[in-house]
Each structure stands twice: as structure tokens, then as C-alpha cells.
């Protein structure tokens, strides 16, 4: 019994420092180490009770079938017979109980070997999953709160490159525009060059940012500066030839090595970004060609597994979703504040501007209210047909004398509106006069049936230094005025509010 109680006192101190290496090994390494230790343990055993010796052996050639699986039971097995035929008389019984039990641990080893990669393949799956879920749920959240494109798209690629999302290096997108055939840079997350990636992704690793963390963190500061503008500032032409133009034909992802292939839309990326490995995932939705994304590792160079591409999938198409709704939004918003015909903006987007300008401080500028003359007698002789190309002839014409800083509007009918912004009263009144000569030199169509033979307009402008309770009501009021003293007064001319009195 003493030796009994010695051999444990001596394995639980073997066992307690191996246990401290173990950490610094992998799991491979850890399974020989519990080999080797059970090794040690069943040559070292010196009692010869029968009871306690098969016990040991069961032990034994289980925890080798466990350790190195089939490999760690025949060795345990040949350790076992050696050291039988050392300490006792060999036995034919004895050698057949050690292969029945051989193959009964097989047996069951084997099963709950198999049964136990199941249950990790299934953690594993149940975990990604799981954290699919999550980043769904919180992309989600965090589109239904913007209707800008630059924050959906910044939404996305930190969704990307996050270590709590998908965790790559890097992520680039490119918009395909449908008017000029081309594929526009829009914006990156990651490092120019992969060694300058390599601080930044393990401050993320060491501080385990959540997703959410990173959206708060990129809104306060300006990410990637070097990046983006390198990739804002790239523009393709959309070849039928080139792997992004077949990738959006056909709806398929590509992992390709650079150095494989020669695309001159990917050579000259790989130039500017030093690409070696990269994904391409095409964004279509309802076979409208929305963009790519391009992906890559230059910082840690991990290889782009099968399975990382099957997570990416669901995003790519949340992505392209999302940039088709959110651009039949913003359609639909520039539509209901643009008029249909002349393309200028309409009364509405007059007004919305109007309180835009009223919530700064003490804001300087004119409103010009302008109306054609005689336009019922034009369109009554002409038809409403040629009405119209006059209308949008006078829209083309008011756009070209529009500085940077002024708007001019379709106020409705044959009614214009243009806002001066940091003019002085003198100032709006020439620039007014200057459109009406303008017209009246401009060659409309069928002009010459008017009264006097040419298409005139009067103008009506008021200033914010001439109104003393300024209001948007007040400022509109008072240029209307302007303008039906311009009419009354013969029309074709300018007149300027100054306060109740005309000039």
C-alpha cells in the first residue's frame, strides 16, 4: 500500500508540472505529452495485485487510443506486452484479453472519437452562425439609421475588416456607374502597404473592439486618410474583358493570386495597394450591377478560406440591397424637389433652402422673382408643346449665370426663382438686369409673334437690408411685390424692393 500511496505522490507532482507546460504547447503536442505522462505512469507502477495492474493497463491503452488515436493504441499495446512478459509468465488468456480489450476501446474509442468531432464541428458552426447572426442584426441597426452613402458604406467595410466582424486586413469599394461605363473608387478601410497595418490591427486585437465600438470611433476621426484618398481618386473604364466586369456578368466571387493573371484594372490596383491575394465579390441585386468589393490580408497574409467566403456572402448581398434602396431613396427625394420639365429645383426645395439660410446668423442675400411676359399669348399661339422648349430654354440660360454659390428654382408655370447669396442690394439688382438682358438677347423659338417680337421676362428682387421683420414668408412677399410693380410698370425691366418704395 506504501508503494501504492509513493507512485502517487510522484505522478500528481509530474502531472503538476506538466501541467504548467501545456500552455505553451499546441493541441497536437499536448496529446503526446498525456501520452508520454501515462507512459511513465504505467512503467513506473511496481504493484503486482493483478486487480490494480489490469486497471492500470484499461487506463492505459485507453488514454493511447485517446492521445494518438489507433497509432497510441498499438503503441500502448506493444508497451504493455513487454512489460508483462518482464514481471509475469506469459499467458495465452492474458494475450487474448489484451486483444479483445484492444478492440472493444477501438470500437468505442473510434465512435467517440467520431462522435466528438461532430459536436465540435456543430460548436463551431453554431458559434459562426451565431456570430453571423449578430453582425447581421448589427449592420441592420446601423443601416436603418443613415441615408447617407458615405456612412452605409463606412458601415460595411469596418463590418468587413472588424476583428468582432469578419476580421480581414483590408476592404476596398468600387460603384459601377451605369451612365459612363465605369467603376468609381469609393472607400477603404486598411493599409496602404501591409506593414502599416500591423500597429493598428493589434491595437483592435488588444483591445477587442465590438463592432459598434469601431462604427463610434470612425465617426470621430477621418480613418485611413492615405487610403481613401488614394482609392477615391481611381476610376476604371468597365470593360467587358476585365475579371470585375465578368465577375458582375456572372454574380461569382474570385479568389485570385495577383501574379496569376493579367487584368489591367487588378495589375494597377495591385501597383497602388501591393495586392498579392485578393477576393473580388461582385455586389448584384435583382441583376442590377450595384459594385465589387475587394479583399485582402497584407497585414497578417492569412490564406482566404472557403468558409470565409461563404460568411462574406450574406453581407455582400446586405451591401448591394442596401446601396439600391438607399439610391431609389435618394432618387425619389432629388425627384420630389426637382421639376420634372426645366430640371431646376422646385418651390419646395426653395423653401426648404430658404430655412436652411434663416438658421445662420445674420445671413446676406437676394431672392429675384422672375415671370414671363405675355407667356399665356406665347403658348396660345405657339402651343403648349413649344411653351415647354421655351421653358427650359430660359431654365438652361438663368443656370449659366448661377455662381457657385446661388440657386435659381422653378417657382411653377412660367414663374422663376434665383437666390443671391453675399451680394450687396446694387449688386443682386445687376446681376438681375444682366439675366434680363441675357433673354431678351437669347434666340427662342417663334419669338417674333410676341408683343415688341422677342420673349421678355420682368424681375422683382428684394434684399435682406431692405426688410425689417426678415422672415422667409417676409423676403418672398416682398420680391412678389417687386415683381408685380415690374409688371404693372411695363414690363421687361427690373425692379428692386426698398422698403415700400420701388426702384
Given at each position: 500500500?506504501?508503494?501504492?500511496?509513493?507512485?502517487?505522490?510522484?505522478?500528481?507532482?509530474?502531472?503538476?508540472?506538466?501541467?504548467?507546460?501545456?500552455?505553451?504547447?499546441?493541441?497536437?503536442?499536448?496529446?503526446?505529452?498525456?501520452?508520454?505522462?501515462?507512459?511513465?505512469?504505467?512503467?513506473?507502477?511496481?504493484?503486482?495485485?493483478?486487480?490494480?495492474?489490469?486497471?492500470?493497463?484499461?487506463?492505459?491503452?485507453?488514454?493511447?487510443?485517446?492521445?494518438?488515436?489507433?497509432?497510441?493504441?498499438?503503441?500502448?499495446?506493444a508497451?504493455?506486452?513487454?512489460?508483462?512478459?518482464?514481471?509475469?509468465?506469459?499467458?495465452?488468456?492474458?494475450?487474448?484479453?489484451?486483444?479483445?480489450?484492444?478492440?472493444?476501446?477501438?470500437?468505442?474509442?473510434?465512435?467517440?472519437?467520431?462522435?466528438?468531432?461532430?459536436?465540435?464541428?456543430?460548436?463551431?458552426?453554431?458559434y459562426?452562425?451565431?456570430?453571423?447572426?449578430?453582425?447581421?442584426?448589427?449592420?441592420s441597426?446601423?443601416?436603418?439609421?443613415?441615408?447617407?452613402?458615405?456612412?452605409l458604406?463606412?458601415?460595411?467595410?469596418?463590418?468587413?475588416?472588424?476583428?468582432?466582424?469578419?476580421?480581414?486586413?483590408?476592404?476596398?469599394?468600387?460603384?459601377?456607374?451605369?451612365?459612363?461605363?465605369?467603376?468609381?473608387?469609393?472607400?477603404g478601410?486598411?493599409?496602404v502597404?501591409?506593414?502599416?497595418?500591423?500597429?493598428?490591427?493589434?491595437?483592435?486585437?488588444?483591445?477587442?473592439?465590438?463592432?459598434?465600438?469601431?462604427?463610434?470611433?470612425?465617426?470621430?476621426?477621418?480613418?485611413?486618410p492615405?487610403?481613401?484618398?488614394l482609392?477615391?481618386?481611381?476610376?476604371?473604364?468597365?470593360?467587358?474583358?476585365?475579371?470585375?466586369?465578368?465577375?458582375?456578368?456572372?454574380?461569382?466571387?474570385?479568389l485570385?493570386?495577383?501574379?496569376?493573371?493579367?487584368?489591367?484594372?487588378?495589375n494597377?490596383?495591385?501597383?497602388?495597394?501591393?495586392?498579392?491575394?485578393?477576393?473580388?465579390?461582385?455586389?448584384?441585386?435583382?441583376?442590377?450591377?450595384?459594385?465589387?468589393?475587394?479583399?485582402?490580408?497584407?497585414?497578417?497574409?492569412?490564406?482566404?478560406?472557403?468558409e470565409e467566403?461563404?460568411?462574406?456572402?450574406?453581407?455582400?448581398?446586405?451591401t448591394?440591397?442596401?446601396?439600391?434602396?438607399?439610391?431609389?431613396?435618394?432618387?425619389?427625394?432629388?425627384?420630389?424637389?426637382?421639376d420634372?420639365?426645366?430640371?431646376?429645383?422646385?418651390?419646395?426645395?426653395?423653401?426648404?433652402?430658404?430655412?436652411?439660410?434663416?438658421?445662420?446668423?445674420?445671413?446676406?442675400?437676394?431672392?429675384?422673382?422672375?415671370?414671363?411676359?405675355?407667356?399665356?399669348?406665347?403658348?396660345?399661339?405657339?402651343?403648349?408643346?413649344?411653351?415647354?422648349?421655351?421653358?427650359?430654354?430660359?431654365a438652361?440660360?438663368?443656370?449659366?449665370?448661377?455662381?457657385k454659390?446661388?440657386?435659381?428654382?422653378?417657382?411653377?408655370?412660367?414663374?422663376?426663382?434665383?437666390?443671391?447669396?453675399?451680394?450687396?442690394?446694387?449688386?443682386?439688382?445687376?446681376?438681375?438686369?444682366?439675366?434680363?438682358?441675357?433673354?431678351?438677347?437669347?434666340?427662342?423659338?417663334?419669338?417674333?409673334?410676341?408683343?415688341?417680337?422677342?420673349?421678355?421676362?420682368?424681375?422683382?428682387?428684394?434684399?435682406?437690408?431692405?426688410?425689417?421683420?426678415?422672415?422667409?414668408?417676409?423676403?418672398?412677399?416682398?420680391?412678389?411685390?417687386?415683381?408685380?410693380?415690374?409688371?404693372k410698370?411695363?414690363?421687361?425691366?427690373?425692379?428692386?424692393?426698398?422698403?415700400?418704395?420701388?426702384?
Amino acid at each position: 500500500m506504501s508503494e501504492l500511496i509513493e507512485w502517487i505522490v510522484i505522478m500528481s507532482i509530474v502531472s503538476i508540472a506538466l501541467n504548467v507546460i501545456r500552455f505553451f504547447l499546441n493541441e497536437k503536442r499536448n496529446r503526446l505529452l498525456v501520452f508520454l505522462f501515462f507512459t511513465f505512469s504505467f512503467l513506473s507502477f511496481q504493484s503486482h495485485l493483478l486487480d490494480e495492474y489490469y486497471l492500470l493497463v484499461v487506463l492505459y491503452l485507453m488514454t493511447g487510443m485517446y492521445s494518438l488515436h489507433a497509432n497510441g493504441l498499438i503503441i500502448s499495446s506493444a508497451v504493455v506486452l513487454i512489460r508483462h512478459f518482464l514481471y509475469f509468465t506469459p499467458s495465452v488468456t492474458l494475450f487474448g484479453l489484451l486483444i479483445l480489450t484492444n478492440i472493444t476501446i477501438y470500437i468505442i474509442g473510434t465512435r467517440g472519437i467520431h462522435h466528438f468531432n461532430q459536436l465540435s464541428d456543430w460548436k463551431q458552426k453554431m458559434y459562426q452562425n451565431t456570430k453571423q447572426l449578430t453582425i447581421m442584426k448589427e449592420i441592420s441597426a446601423a443601416i436603418q439609421q443613415t441615408d447617407e452613402l458615405d456612412r452605409l458604406l463606412h458601415i460595411i467595410v469596418t463590418t468587413i475588416t472588424a476583428g468582432h466582424g469578419l476580421g480581414f486586413n483590408r476592404c476596398l469599394v468600387f460603384l459601377n456607374d451605369h451612365l459612363s461605363n465605369h467603376i468609381h473608387g469609393m472607400m477603404g478601410i486598411g493599409p496602404v502597404r501591409g506593414k502599416d497595418g500591423f500597429e493598428k490591427w493589434n491595437e483592435i486585437a488588444v483591445k477587442k473592439y465590438k463592432l459598434t465600438d469601431l462604427l463610434e470611433r470612425m465617426d470621430e476621426e477621418h480613418i485611413d486618410p492615405e487610403l481613401n484618398e488614394l482609392v477615391s481618386s481611381l476610376s476604371f473604364d468597365f470593360r467587358p474583358s476585365s475579371i470585375f466586369y465578368q465577375a458582375l456578368r456572372d454574380g461569382k466571387d474570385r479568389l485570385i493570386n495577383v501574379k496569376d493573371v493579367n487584368d489591367t484594372i487588378l495589375n494597377e490596383l495591385s501597383d497602388y495597394f501591393h495586392m498579392d491575394e485578393v477576393l473580388i465579390v461582385p455586389m448584384v441585386y435583382q441583376n442590377k450591377k450595384i459594385g465589387i468589393l475587394l479583399i485582402d490580408n497584407p497585414v497578417t497574409h492569412k490564406k482566404i478560406t472557403p468558409e470565409e467566403i461563404d460568411n462574406l456572402m450574406p453581407l455582400a448581398l446586405q451591401t448591394a440591397i442596401s446601396i439600391h434602396q438607399l439610391n431609389m431613396y435618394q432618387h425619389i427625394k432629388t425627384m420630389s424637389v426637382t421639376d420634372g420639365l426645366t430640371k431646376l429645383k422646385n418651390q419646395r426645395a426653395l423653401k426648404n433652402d430658404l430655412t436652411h439660410i434663416f438658421s445662420e446668423k445674420d445671413p446676406q442675400f437676394a431672392v429675384v422673382m422672375i415671370d414671363i411676359d405675355y407667356f399665356k399669348h406665347y403658348n396660345d399661339t405657339n402651343g403648349h408643346l413649344l411653351g415647354n422648349v421655351a421653358l427650359e430654354q430660359l431654365a438652361t440660360l438663368l443656370k449659366s449665370h448661377m455662381r457657385k454659390t446661388d440657386q435659381s428654382y422653378r417657382f411653377g408655370g412660367e414663374e422663376f426663382s434665383v437666390i443671391l447669396m453675399n451680394v450687396t442690394p446694387e449688386e443682386a439688382y445687376d446681376i438681375a438686369d444682366r439675366i434680363r438682358l441675357a433673354v431678351l438677347a437669347e434666340p427662342f423659338p417663334e419669338q417674333h409673334t410676341q408683343p415688341g417680337g422677342h420673349l421678355t421676362i420682368s424681375l422683382g428682387v428684394s434684399h435682406t437690408d431692405f426688410i425689417h421683420d426678415l422672415t422667409e414668408h417676409a423676403i418672398l412677399k416682398t420680391s412678389d411685390e417687386a415683381l408685380y410693380e415690374a409688371k404693372k410698370s411695363g414690363k421687361n425691366k427690373v425692379v428692386l424692393y426698398q422698403g415700400g418704395r420701388s426702384r
